[in-house]
């Protein structure tokens, strides 16, 4: 016998004539008729080649070998069950089960912190894998099946994607204490593109949008491999660079070697989005996960409308206020 001969209601029926002791209550309990529970259980034990259970006028008994396929037989309905209750489980929350999310690298450490808590909250029975990397292996892992869901900045190609606008995050400069920029009045991207211009290496679309935001060659300035050693060399007066608003501190630099400075209302800026393959089944679940990115935006940014154009890069007037004492 294959597997292809081995019926669950088979089963079910063996199971229900050993609990019910008696082939017409089993039958009625399966709600078939008895003939025809009869006919399958017999054709179960010619195919097993066993007989399981003594039939006589008064009564039903399991014989040894049936009471060992009926202990199995409750096993395997039971995982069957379990099998659907998989299917169904949180059929109605919004998503569910294992997804891996990426974020670009000059994102995920600032912006995971902030939304985690909240993003357990809200999908209690999805399952996060986290990564960073660069936009290029980010789109690459979710086309090939690699990444679920990520949180980019715009733009990206769109290719088999779904990207969805979640919030602008403005730019801040980082400059030496000393440095002429650290002082002055309304601070304006094309001041900053000079010769002392800290970039991040090729390939990282932060490094790209500094450049045409402040019009400057894109070998100007030094290089570095994240955001944290740009940091490191503008403390140490190698130069300054332009920092994503939730890369920056709250408040003034403790060790006095740094200013941070905001620019006017057309200052620079990027907007984050959240693409997912446009074939992935749990696309409505997808649209809600950026649905709630886009309403626990940060602070220091400004959420977009739904999937419309992103609103102005200004960031908000308290977000200013929570960084002038730094300038």
């Keep these: 016998m294959n597997l292809s001969g081995l019926s669950l209601r088979d089963l079910e029926y063996v199971v229900a004539v050993a609990e019910e002791g008696h082939f017409g209550r089993a039958a009625e309990r399966c709600s078939v008729s008895q003939p025809t529970l009869s006919v399958q259980v017999r054709k179960l034990e010619t195919a097993l080649g066993l007989v ?4 006589s006028n008064r009564r039903v008994l399991m014989t040894a070998a049936g009471q060992v396929i009926v202990r199995q037989a409750r096993t395997v309905l039971g995982e069957a069950q379990r099998l659907l209750a998989l299917a169904t489980e949180g059929r109605g929350a919004p998503l569910t089960g294992r997804l891996v999310l990426a974020a670009i690298q000059t994102l995920g450490p600032y912006y995971f912190p902030l939304v985690l808590r909240l993003l357990r909250q809200e999908f209690p029975l999805l399952s996060l894998a986290l990564s960073e990397a660069r936009t290029a292996e ?18 990206v190609p ?13 730019f801040w400069l980082a400059c030496p204490a000393e440095h002429p920029l ?11 593109a000079g010769p002392d211009l800290l970039l991040l290496d090729e390939g990282n679309c932060l490094r790209d949008q500094t450049v045409a935001a ?14 944290e050693t740009l940091r490191s060399m503008v403390a140490a007066g190698a130069g300054y660079t332009l920092l994503p608003a ?3 501190p709250s408040g003034p630099d403790p060790s006095g070697l740094t200013v941070t400075r905001g620019f006017d209302a057309d200052g620079p800026g990027r907007t984050i989005a959240l693409a997912w393959r446009s074939s992935d089944p749990r696309a409505a679940g997808l649209a809600h996960l950026a649905a709630f990115f886009r309403a626990h935006a940060p602070p220091a940014t400004a959420a977009c409308r739904d999937d419309a154009a992103p609103p102005s890069s200004e960031p908000p007037l308290r977000n200013r206020d929570r960084r002038a004492e730094a300038v």
Excluded: K, M, Y
């Design 52 to 55: 399981l259970f003594e039939r």
């Design 138 to 155: 980010i789109l690459d892992g979710l086309r090939d099946g690699r990444v679920d869901a990520a949180l980019v900045s715009l733009p």
């Design 158 to 170: 769109t290719g088999g994607l779904t990207v969805s606008p979640l919030f602008v995050e403005p």
């Design 182 to 192: 650290a002082q002055g009045g309304a601070l304006r991207a094309t001041d900053i």
């Design 214 to 227: 402040c019009g400057a060659g894109s070998s100007a300035g030094r290089h570095a491999t994240s955001l």
């Design 246 to 248: 939730l890369a920056v």
